[in-house]
């Protein structure tokens, strides 16, 4: 190969949705060769949900589908066409083309969504596909989507939301792709499912007869066949070696070397004549086209002010007059590019005759391009010409329109192309990518981007560069992060005191306060309730929100209510207003669905916390619903909330469903999240929820090796010297988990203590649903304590406060003993208490030997019941002899029954079947 033929590859990009030129969204017109054999084949394959045609570059895919899409749009069908580009990678980018292409063809789609953050008119693609299938299912006819050059989408974002598009396309939608390799499409999946006709570059070569149309519609003089034949075997039906092949004979018609050194790789082979030609060519064309391969895209314009050449708008119709790889964009022919090999080929060429050009062509291109809106493919130029300073300052003007317009990941893809120490010279640029950091749950690095923009601030500000407004609103935004890392890590008392810091200036007059700050203002609103919670101050949980969505009003968006019923929900839930919990978490849920599309990462941001509340309520099939569709989805961006609340409710369900292993899987898994990214609220509820299913599970033994590994037994856990006032829900949770292990050890007094002392204290708080839980642990304690009075005036008032807010599964998912001191109520009260006799409805009837109370059960057991006497108690329970109990735990018969005598001492109960009764009903054993 020669050093002349080697390409460049080109440096990494990303794009921007910007408006589609004309030509990606055009049924081409060229005038092409008929393949008769192809198109009957298509024909036949009419009905098929996709038609993919894979081969290398140059096999007339793109060609085969023109005359497809015509013979359809002749038969009045809808034909969408799309010629992918590097920017499509983003699926935003890839769904908006689409909406370009179809309203190209007169299929309006609905724009839904906030435009106040930015320009674009969907919150997500999710929401882009979603209304494209609503529009097409109300069409009448087929739809042809064709979609040119895939390849460049592959094994990228975009070809999860081509997927989702084929997934969900309706009836009469055919889906006609090429590509030159992998498309990321699932097509094992697709296969097996519907029909695809794949087209590989066997099947698309040309054959014989098809060169010889071919060559002889090209070429000025005819073509023996025995030429054709020796043309069609050496390029094996590669069309554009074949088509290589003819512009070399028109170029030089006498010359008969040229079919002789026709052979070899067919790399070698293109590179060789596109050498050729290139030579051939006036010194005037072989610069511009030198000079203009640098621009993916080049306008009469741009070339004017970047390649310092004159009349670049004759030399672009030359060049398209001699057929040389250039590619109309648009129909009015503003814009063109070359095909990339060709483009490839020059580059190499330029590089290799005058490479100090190169770089004042990409800061002029740059320079011109931000100047007329195109920000991002400024960015890619800068980057190309390695002006790695002149690309920060592009992007770093621009990061915060582009991140809040959603191209988040766009922008963090720009700054992974920037050196670390030059985006430290950039706080703007640094707290955008804090703030996309943060939604990834990465908060180690989003700390340290802060601490490093709040440097680099009070250096600007010092030095001047920044006038006061600018860096009031880099304070503010400085803050809020703050806040935000806070409240991820469960800092309460932290973000509870920045955020009213903050909010303080919320009392100043509007014209004061920082440019754009509402949406901030809204989310510190939201912040403060969540720390003012999770510290059981429920006394302002209206107000706060009322605030927060006065001030997103003002911001000019709604997708943020999704976010305040995500805080707000839980909240109430807390307090007991389930009903008004449902209604704002139903309506998040239906938000974010509208605005983001199903299955998007908004919708988890209240999901699980509704999939939490439907659970409680006993509405088991809506809350499977909701965990199936947001638990997969929920680590992509969030509130802890939504976490704990997932993963906790999907473990619930699998307990229920009594797949035991997936569900503490499910709690290893969720432990394991948390960890990794310092989630000490997540961490520490699922451990306590854990720790609960284990007891309850009875392996005693188990959960106490479990708790101190975990350090569930470690500090906060004994309120002495602590004000009421500082407790958090965390601290509950450890003291609900503390008063369990407490029981199991046999240490009811400590136990019953700690219960008394968070019951007092949640219920002065109004913490409803917190209250009812620690009245059933107190019923509990006391049941095991044999106080069965005291047991049963607790648990009734746990049903009080539960009924008017329906939380049903607090009581079905404890087991024994409280099931038994509940149907043993309902038998009492009869039908004077309705809810009662609901939660009776959904238990186990009693066995007939625990229908009448034994006098007994008011007994307190005497000692602690350990592992291997649970264990052989359970098989006793299974009706098992000691002797088989012993070969089945490799244990003699005498010693099993010295562990039965252990157990009969310390229940005070001598009879076998009364033992066993006896402890299930305390939920000792299974």
Known sequence: MSKAAVAIMPEPRVQETVPYPESTIRLPQQKLIERPRLARLLEAHDADLIVLLRAPAGYGKTALLQQRAHACQRNGDIVAWMTLERRDADPMSFAMHLVAALEKQGVAIEQRGPDTMGNMGFYSWQAVVQQICLRLSETRGHCRIVIDDAHIVALTPAAECLDLLIREAPEGVQFLISTRGETGLPLGHIRAHREI??????????????????????????????????????????????????????LEPENERILESF????????????????????????????RSSLLDRFCPALCDAVLELGDCAGLIERCETAGLFVQPLDEAGAWYRYHQLFAGFLRRQLHDRAPDVVAGIYHRAAQWLDDNGDHVEAFNCAISGRDMLFAAEILDRHCETMFSSGLQPTVQKMAELLPPHLQTLFPRLMLVLAWRLLA?????????????????????????????????????????????????????DRLESLSSSVLGQSALPQESQPSGSHYLMSSLYNSLQYAQREQFRLSKVDRLDALARDYLVRSGTTH??????????????????????????????RLATEVAGRGAPLGTIVGPSLAALCYECNELDRARELVAEHVPHMTTAGLTDQLLNGWITQA????????????????????????????????????????????????????????????????????????????????????QANCRLMAADDRFGEALALARQWRSFVTSAQAVHAAVEWDILLAELLLMSGERLAARRALSQALEKAAPCRLLRRFLDEGEPISGLLHQMAQAEGDQNPFLAELVSHLEPLAPTEEFEDEQDDMAICGKINGREIEILTLVSSGMLNRQIGEQLGLTEGTVKWYLQQVYDKVGIRNRKLVVSRLRRLGLIP
């Open 197 to 250: 006709l794949e087209l590989d570059m066997q099947m698309l070569r040309f054959l014989e007869d098809e060169t010889q149309d071919y060559l002889i519609s090209r070429s000025s003089r005819a073509i023996p066949q025995d030429q054709v034949r020796l043309v069609q075997n050496r390029s094996e039906g590669w069309i554009v070696g074949i088509k290589l092949f003819s512009m070399a004979v028109d």
């Open 263 to 290: 052979s070899g790789e067919r790399r070698q082979i293109a590179e060789f004549f596109v050498e050729d030609v290139f030579s051939r060519l006036s010194d005037d064309l072989q610069e511009f086209l030198l």
């Open 440 to 492: 990834q749950w990465r908060v180690d690095e989003a700390k340290g981007l802060v601490d490093i923009a709040q440097r680099r601030l009070t250096e600007m500000e010092r030095s001047g560069e920044l006038d006061a407004q600018t860096i009031a609103h880099l304070r503010f935004s400085v803050a809020h992060r703050e806040c935000q890392i806070a409240q991820t890590l469960y800092q309460v």
């Open 560 to 589: 943020g209510l999704v976010f305040i019923a995500g805080i707000t929900g839980p909240s109430l839930m807390l307090m007991g207003q389930t009903a008004r919990a449902r209604e704002m978490l139903e309506e998040g849920v």
């Open 652 to 735: 619930r369900l699998q307990l229920l469903d009594g797949e035991v292993d997936a569900c503490l899987e499910t709690l290893e898994n969720a432990a394991r999240f948390a960890s990794r990214h310092e989630l000490d609220r997540l961490r520490v509820g699922v451990y306590a929820e854990h720790l609960r299913i284990l007891l309850k599970l009875g392996r005693p033994d188990d959960a106490a090796r479990f708790a101190r590994r975990r350090g569930l037994v470690r500090g906060r856990t004994d309120g002495a010297g602590r004000k009421p006032t500082s407790f958090t829900m965390l601290d509950g949770v450890v003291a």
